[in-house]
């Protein structure tokens, strides 16, 4: 499974970004997608997940009521919207997959996106 992020930038705070991480094959049906995001000098984090075939998501703290996890069948695709950005969401954004949507366990990650919110 090849995972290809997109879509980060620069953007001023209170701005908004969307991400996209489009998967290459698979049985999407059974997974499980998330978003991570590290920061320099930071350990990696979760940020949100949502499960392929039922659509329901799971959000970190930090992120919930700005970010917004969604999925398209058609594409393959999985996106972040980022709203109401601040600079502490200043990072490296990594999508990945858990083919058995194991949240404790994702099997492939993407290449990464950086994200840059200025103040």
């Known amino acids: 499974v090849q995972l290809q992020a997109s879509g980060g930038g620069l953007v001023q705070a209170g701005g908004s970004l969307r991400l996209s991480c489009a998967a290459s094959e698979g049985t999407f049906s059974r997974w499980l997608m998330g978003w991570f995001r590290q920061a320099p000098g930071k350990e990696r984090e979760f940020v949100a997940a949502?499960?392929?075939?039922?659509?329901?998501?799971n959000y970190a703290d930090s992120v919930k009521d700005r970010f917004a996890i969604s999925r398209d069948n058609a594409k393959n695709t999985v996106y972040l919207q980022m709203n109401s950005l601040k600079p502490e969401d200043t990072a490296v954004y990594y999508c990945?997959?858990?083919?058995?949507?194991?949240?404790?366990?994702?099997?492939?990650w993407g290449q990464g996106t950086q994200v840059t919110v200025s103040s």
């Open positions: 949502i499960r392929w075939y039922e659509g329901t998501t």
């Open positions: 990945a997959v858990s083919l058995r949507a194991d949240p404790a366990k994702f099997d492939f």
